[in-house]
C-alpha cells in the first residue's frame, strides 16, 4: 500500500512561485515512477509533470516546460514540485501520483493509468 500526501499549496499573484510537496509512504523507488497531475472543474485530469525510478527521467508536459521542476528526496521520502513564474492558467488542484512502469508508458501516451493518488492542494495564481 503506497500513500501520498500532498502539501505547499496557496494563493499567488501572476509571476509567483510555489513548492509542492508530496510525502511518500511505501513507495518503491526502484520499480515505481511517481508524477503531479492538476485538475480543474469541469475539465480532465492533466499530467504536469513525472519522475521515473530514482529520479534520471523525467516528463513535462508542453505547459509548465521551463517553469516547472520535477524532484524526489529518496531519503526523506518526498516528492517536489517547483510552480516558477506562474500564470493564472495553472489554477487547479494538483495531484501527486505513484505507479508502476505502465504508469510511466501511459504517462507520455496522455494516460493518467496511475495506482495511487493523493488528496489534492489547491493553486490559485491571481492576475
Known amino acids: 500500500q503506497v500513500l501520498l500526501a500532498e502539501s505547499g499549496g496557496g494563493s499567488v499573484q501572476t509571476g509567483g512561485s510555489l513548492r509542492l510537496s508530496c510525502a511518500l509512504t511505501?513507495?518503491?523507488?526502484?520499480?515505481?515512477?511517481l508524477a503531479w497531475f492538476r485538475q480543474v472543474p469541469g475539465k480532465e485530469r492533466e499530467a504536469v509533470a513525472g519522475?521515473?525510478?530514482?529520479?534520471?527521467?523525467?516528463y513535462y508536459a508542453d505547459s509548465v516546460k521551463d517553469r516547472f521542476i520535477i524532484s524526489q528526496d529518496n531519503a526523506k521520502n518526498i516528492m517536489y514540485l517547483q510552480l516558477n513564474n506562474l500564470k493564472p492558467e495553472d489554477t487547479a488542484m494538483y495531484f501527486c501520483?505513484?505507479?508502476?512502469?505502465?504508469?510511466?508508458?501511459?504517462?507520455?501516451?496522455?494516460?493518467?493509468?496511475?495506482?495511487?493518488w493523493g488528496q489534492g492542494t489547491q493553486v490559485t495564481v491571481s492576475s
Open positions: 519522475i521515473y525510478g530514482h529520479g534520471t527521467t523525467k
Open positions: 501520483a505513484a505507479g508502476s512502469y505502465r504508469s510511466w508508458y501511459g504517462l507520455w501516451q496522455g494516460k493518467d493509468d496511475f495506482d495511487y
Open positions: 511505501g513507495y518503491d523507488y526502484n520499480s515505481g515512477c
